[in-house]
Each structure stands twice: as structure tokens, then as C-alpha cells.
């Protein structure tokens, strides 16, 4: 953390990809156990009838957005030191088929091991192990008593799973650690960085300590239930709404144009303004509807607890309110003229390349003098402009853009990071 990015990366190739390797050497030890093909045919023979289970689908969107990232703000601090000219939309895409690929070894690796342990218990396959943090403690450690030296086997696997945490802790902190760089500066010159890290991971310790206590499992249930659930899904919600309608596709667009020298695929666009997010607004409309008071086991949570678990939750998406309603009250003019204000970029926000930089606040100009609701809607299904002004625009910047992108690729090759 203390050389940040540059050590980061070298650190991602040791604790991404021993956990893969040692995950593949279960799977394949477990095909070679009777009961392994039961259980992977248990889990990809589908149940029809659960496709209606409203419940289904909103974990099941809880835990794409759990595990690849998005509303987190892991995602856009790694992305951003990726070369400026890079393939960005072929990145999103690899990055999400790779998570989609992992999931499902790791959903074969555990119901093959789930077939071996019903088979040598004689139990039906769902009565073998509950779900939620019981199934990665208890399957894995399982897994390896079939193994030669299973206590090492054991103590490997500990370590790469303390690998893998440590994967999400490095970023998530390196992440807060941006923010804080962004807003006060001053206070990461030189050595300050090193015991900003050290005072940060401090507070972070501390902050953890009570999961360890006995009652430590009962508290993780509570932050999970409010802290990490349907608020992944409002960020994720609220992001969808500020890229493509707020920013607009049109801008979005024409960065990537600037970037990679060709406009964003069609089904970006129209996933991004409609699909997406009305998947996730009838989701979480339907979680709440749904709402259940939180329980681990027999345990049911206090009144108080919940009214905890809810100020958390507040907390956390709290920030988007308060700085919308500081931006509306210190902006001039009536109320229309401020949110028109609020939706203009700040000067200092431009791509990070001299040549496209010279011309880009003009043409931002140009899209914010047209800017209506009407206007962006119409981009955003057809992607283009509904005035001839803007058509003709749209031309001019893509000729315009194209000439600088061929001769700049050379000069920022040698750039690793924006």
C-alpha cells in the first residue's frame, strides 16, 4: 500500500491466482470420489419452479453485485490507472465473464465435495450443510480429508483464503485512501502517506475487533443484512442514473471516442439507461416489500438492533443526499438554472491527454447548450441527437477526434497509469 498501484498489481498475480490453482486441484480430486457427479448434477439441473421466487432474484443480484464489484468504488479507483488509450469497454467485459467463470467453478467445486460428503453420510444432498459462511468453513476443510496430508492441504488453504482477504482489504483501503488524497492532499506529501496507512489500517483494526468475540458472527449477520445488501443495489442504482442520464451517453460516448477511438456498443447504452437500472429499482422496491427482520439461527434481533442496522444503512448512502442538496443550496439562479448546474462539468475534469483536452470543454459546451430531458432520451435510444445542430456536431467531433488518437497512441504507450 505504501508504493500503492505500482505494488499492488505484482501483489494481485500471487493471491488471484494460487486460490484458482488450488480450487482446480479440489475439483479435480473431488470428480475422481463417488458422489461428485450427483452433486454437480444437482447443481446444474435447473428448478423451473423457482423461477418465480421473487427472492431468488434479488439475491441473486445481491451477490453479482457482491462479487464483481460494482457500487463498491474498488472498481473505478483500479480503473483509473489503466492506460488512457486502453480497450476500457473489452477490460469491463473480460473482467465480468471471468467473475461469471469463477462463480461457477466454485459452485461446481462445493456441490461436488456436498455429493461426497451425502454420499458417505447417506444424508439427501440438502440436508448435508447449511448455506451462508457454514458452507466455505465447513465443505473445503472437508474436501481436504480426502487428500493425502490433509493437514497440510488444510493450513494451505487457510492461507490462500487469508490471501483472498486480503485481495479486498488492500483495495477497499487504497480506495478510501484516494478519496481522502482527493479531498485533503497536504496530507499524503511524502512520508504523511506512510502514516496516513499506518493510522488508517489502525482504525480499521479497531474497528473489527468486535467480529472475533463470541458474539462476533451475530454482528456480521446485522452489518451484512443492512450494510452490504440493498444499498449495493441503490449505489448501483444512483450510478446507472448519473452516467447515462445525468452525464449522458452523448458525453460518455465521446470519451470513448477520445480513448479508443470508437464509440460505446449499442447494448451499453441501452442496458446502462433502461434495462439496468429498472432491473435493480423493481428489485429493491420488491426487497422492501419483502422485509424481513434479520435472524441468525433461532436467534431473532432486538427492536434495537434494527433501528442500528438501519441508521448504518442511511449512513452509507447519506453522502449522495447531502452533497446534491449542498450543490443545489450554494448554486445561483432558479431551480431548473441549478440542476442544469450541477449537470456542467467542473474545468478541471477533461480527459487526460493535451491534444483532446484543448477542444473538449468547447464541444461540452455545445452538448450542455442543447441539454433536455428530451434531448438525452433521444440519444439514448437511438444514440443520436434529435437537432440537426447536434448531428452535425457528432460528425465533426468523431473527424476530430480521430486525427490526434493516431498520433498520440505512441506518446502515452509509454504511460502505465493515468
Not at 470519451?255 to 446502462?272: E, K, N, Q, S
Amino acid at each position: 500500500m505504501i508504493k500503492s498501484i505500482k505494488s499492488i498489481e505484482k501483489v494481485m498475480y500471487v493471491t488471484v491466482f494460487v486460490p484458482i490453482i488450488l480450487m482446480i486441484i479440489i475439483f479435480v480430486r473431488a470428480l475422481t470420489l463417488k458422489g461428485a457427479t450427483d452433486g454437480i448434477l444437482y447443481y446444474v439441473t435447473p428448478t423451473f419452479g423457482r423461477i418465480t421466487d421473487i427472492k431468488v432474484w434479488i439475491e441473486a443480484a445481491l451477490m453479482a453485485t457482491y462479487t464483481l464489484g460494482p457500487g463498491w468504488g474498488t472498481i473505478p479507483t483500479i480503473g483509473s490507472h489503466n492506460k488512457f488509450h486502453g480497450n476500457t469497454v473489452g477490460y469491463s467485459i473480460l473482467s465480468t465473464f471471468l467473475d461469471f467463470l469463477s462463480a461457477v467453478l466454485n459452485g461446481l467445486i462445493c456441490f461436488a465435495i456436498l455429493g461426497v460428503m451425502a454420499h458417505d453420510s447417506g444424508l439427501e444432498l440438502e440436508n448435508t450443510v447449511t448455506s451462508g459462511l457454514s458452507l466455505g468453513f465447513t465443505v473445503y476443510p472437508t474436501a481436504f480429508t480426502y487428500f493425502p496430508l490433509p493437514q497440510v492441504w488444510s493450513a494451505v488453504f487457510f492461507v490462500n483464503l487469508l490471501l483472498v482477504g486480503l485481495d479486498s482489504q488492500v483495495l477497499s483501503t487504497e480506495t478510501v485512501m484516494n478519496c481522502l488524497q482527493d479531498i485533503v492532499p497536504r496530507w499524503f506529501i511524502g512520508r504523511r502517506r506512510v502514516y496516513m496507512i499506518i493510522l488508517l489500517n489502525i482504525i480499521f483494526f479497531i474497528l473489527t475487533i468486535p467480529f472475533c468475540t463470541r458474539g462476533g458472527l451475530y454482528l456480521f449477520q446485522l452489518l451484512d443484512w443492512y450494510a452490504a445488501a440493498w444499498t449495493l443495489l441503490f449505489v448501483c442504482f444512483v450510478e446507472c442514473i448519473v452516467f447515462t442520464w445525468i452525464y449522458g451517453c452523448e458525453r460518455l460516448n465521446r470519451d470513448a471516442m477520445i480513448m479508443m477511438g470508437r464509440p460505446l456498443p449499442i447494448v451499453i447504452r441501452l442496458f446502462g439507461s433502461f434495462l439496468t437500472p429498472a432491473a435493480i429499482l423493481v428489485l429493491l422496491i420488491l426487497s422492501f416489500l419483502r422485509y424481513t427482520p434479520p435472524k441468525y439461527g433461532s436467534y431473532i434481533y432486538p427492536d434495537s438492533a434494527e433501528v442500528i442496522g438501519w441508521c448504518l444503512a442511511f449512513a452509507i448512502i447519506s453522502p449522495m443526499f447531502i452533497v446534491f442538496i449542498y450543490k443545489l443550496i450554494t448554486s445561483e439562479g432558479s431551480f431548473i438554472e441549478k440542476l442544469k448546474s450541477i449537470r456542467k462539468s467542473s474545468d478541471i475534469w477533461g480527459p487526460n491527454d493535451e491534444v483532446s483536452m484543448t477542444t473538449y470543454h468547447d464541444n461540452d459546451e455545445i452538448i450542455q447548450s442543447e441539454y433536455s430531458v428530451k434531448s438525452t432520451l433521444t440519444y439514448n435510444i437511438f444514440g443520436r441527437s434529435h437537432s440537426n445542430r447536434r448531428q452535425k456536431y457528432s460528425v465533426n467531433i468523431n473527424d476530430e477526434i480521430s486525427y490526434p488518437m493516431v498520433n498520440c497512441n505512441d506518446t502515452y504507450k509509454s504511460k502505465p497509469n493515468v
